[in-house]
Nanobody, 113 residues
Framework: QVQLVESGGGLVQAGGSLRLSCAAS????????MGWYRQAPGKQRELIAA???????NYADSVKGRFYISRDSAKNTVYLQMNSLKPEDTAVYYC???????WGQGTQVTVSS
């Protein structure tokens, strides 16, 4: 059974950084595409970053140059490094495994101005 558990969210001031983690069980992350979504209040869920099995990465324009997705195969964990955070980055962030459409429980990120 696939399980995704996010951690690392919290409250940070604008301009600060956070690193989110997504620990997986039931799948081998390095062999699969993984992604991070976020959902701000009153808005649709948005795909912001993805990493393929070959290590290629893609980012939404809204986070490009500030957010970075990576993985640690030994820990079977995907990370989202978020830098230069802005109040508009406030959202619940979800880890996503597209094969079978699995989601983590989400972690809240709040950026104060």
């Amino acid at each position: 059974q696939v399980q995704l558990v996010e951690s690392g969210g919290g409250l940070v001031q604008a301009g600060g950084s956070l690193r989110l983690s997504c620990a997986a069980s039931g799948i081998i992350l390095s062999r699969n595409t993984m992604g991070w979504y976020r959902q701000a209040p009153g808005k649709q869920r948005e795909l912001i970053a993805a990493i393929t099995s070959s290590g290629s990465t893609n980012y939404a324009d809204s986070v490009k140059g500030r957010f970075y997705i990576s993985r640690d195969s030994a820990k079977n964990t995907v990370y989202l490094q978020m830098n230069s955070l802005k109040p508009e980055d406030t959202a619940v962030y979800y880890c996503w495994y597209p094969t079978g459409d699995y989601w983590g429980q989400g972690t809240q990120v709040t950026v104060s101005s």
